[in-house]
T-cell receptor, first 111, second 115 residues
Framework: ELKVEQNPLFLSMQEGKNYTIYCNYSTTSDRLYWYRQDPGKSLESLFVLLSNGAVKQEGRLMASLDTKARLSTLHITAAVHDLSATYFCAVDRSGTYKYIFGTGTRLKVLA | GAGVSQSPSNKVTEKGKDVELRCDPISGHTALYWYRQSLGQGLEFLIYFQGNSAPDKSGLPSDRFSAERTGGSVSTLTIQRTQQEDSAVYLC?????????????FGSGTRLTVV
């Protein structure tokens, strides 16, 4: 059974600081996705990582994928309050079409 | 439409009643998914439709849950004899190809409260 784990589950950080969210998964996967969810809102796609070594950056967020280690990271650089949200990773297991979501990381950036 | 549309946005129902939740996917998206998100939790897969293929119902939690997709477009998720544990946000998503290369596009969800 494919399991996806994120850590930390909760993260409170000061503006201007850097931090990394980790996403581990248990079986082979071709693709990994990162989503953002604001309170009471739906999920917004951030990144799609399609191969080993893939790195994508958008603003203060950078995501990477290591398929051998079954690990993806979401790095936050010089955090700002607007980044406060819950971040989910999801894995699309090879040969299937279902995303299995991680438990989410609730990020709070303090001014 | 421009995005995935779900209705109603909020639904309060009495325990034991049946409810229907609707999802209008992005035009041309062949794949449609239903997920459930309980308060403070991650997303739980419920059901998947792809074109004319038989749906994958493996995530439906009980036989009280059913879903259909008419004409390869609009989908309805039906919960019969609702229970309090059914309270959650029900999210619908669609994607252009079945493996969702470009990722799912989610609707804004239906918040179901069973009292």
């Amino acid at each position: 059974e494919l399991k996806v784990e994120q850590n930390p589950l909760f993260l409170s950080m000061q503006e201007g600081k850097n931090y990394t969210i980790y996403c581990n998964y248990s079986t082979t996967s071709d693709r990994l996705y990162w989503y953002r969810q604001d309170p009471g809102k739906s999920l917004e796609s951030l990144f799609v990582l399609l191969s080993n070594g893939a790195v994508k950056q958008e603003g203060r967020l950078m995501a990477s994928l290591d398929t051998k280690a079954r690990l993806s990271t979401l790095h936050i650089t010089a955090a700002v309050h607007d980044l406060s949200a819950t971040y989910f990773c999801a894995v699309d297991r090879s040969g299937t079409y279902k995303y299995i979501f991680g438990t989410g990381t609730r990020l709070k950036v303090l001014a | 439409g421009a995005g995935v549309s779900q209705s109603p946005s909020n639904k309060v129902t009495e325990k034991g009643k049946d409810v229907e939740l609707r999802c209008d996917p992005i035009s041309g998206h062949t794949a449609l998914y239903w997920y459930r998100q309980s308060l403070g939790q991650g997303l739980e897969f419920l059901i998947y439709f792809q074109g004319n293929s038989a749906p994958d119902k493996s995530g439906l939690p009980s036989d009280r849950f059913s879903a259909e997709r008419t004409g390869g477009s609009v989908s309805t998720l039906t919960i019969q004899r609702t229970q309090q544990e059914d309270s959650a946000v029900y999210l619908c998503a669609s994607s252009l190809v079945y493996r969702g290369v470009y990722g799912y596009t989610f609707g804004s969800g239906t918040r179901l409260t069973v009292v």
